[in-house]
């Protein structure tokens, strides 16, 4: 029911910045609680950051606080992760994912997802 695009994804230097955007088509979109998620090769799929409806409450994983970003518009119905401070370990193909009330920091609470999006930190 609902779709999610990804872009912004690319190869940049470690310490370099990166935004990804994730829009959404559908009705509800600002009731959606909006993850990210990456997967590199060979590993699962880890949760990186979540926000609520209205933006108000964010949540993230231990490896990217301090570095990353998530936020919203509600009215472009888009999701953005904004990347800082890059480091090689980053380097994974990164998902949008959207979810009901329950979303959580497990991929499995999600309904919809993305494409990905694949961002690449040389070091």
């Known amino acids: 029911q609902v779709q999610l695009v990804e872009s912004g994804g690319g190869l940049v230097q470690a310490g370099d910045s990166l935004r990804l955007s994730c829009v959404a088509s559908?009705?509800?979109?600002?009731?959606?609680?909006m993850g990210w998620f990456r997967q590199a090769p060979g590993k699962e799929r880890e949760f990186v950051a979540r926000l609520t409806g209205r933006g108000t409450y964010k949540y993230y994983a231990d490896s990217v606080k301090g570095r990353f970003t998530i936020s919203r518009d509600n009215a472009k119905n888009t999701v953005f992760l904004q990347m800082d401070s890059l480091k090689a370990e980053d380097t994974a193909v990164y998902y949008c994912a959207a979810a009901g009330s329950t979303g959580s920091s497990s991929p499995e609470s999600y309904m919809y997802w993305g494409q990905g999006t694949q961002v690449t930190v040389s070091s």
């Open positions: 559908g009705d509800g979109f600002p009731f959606l609680i």
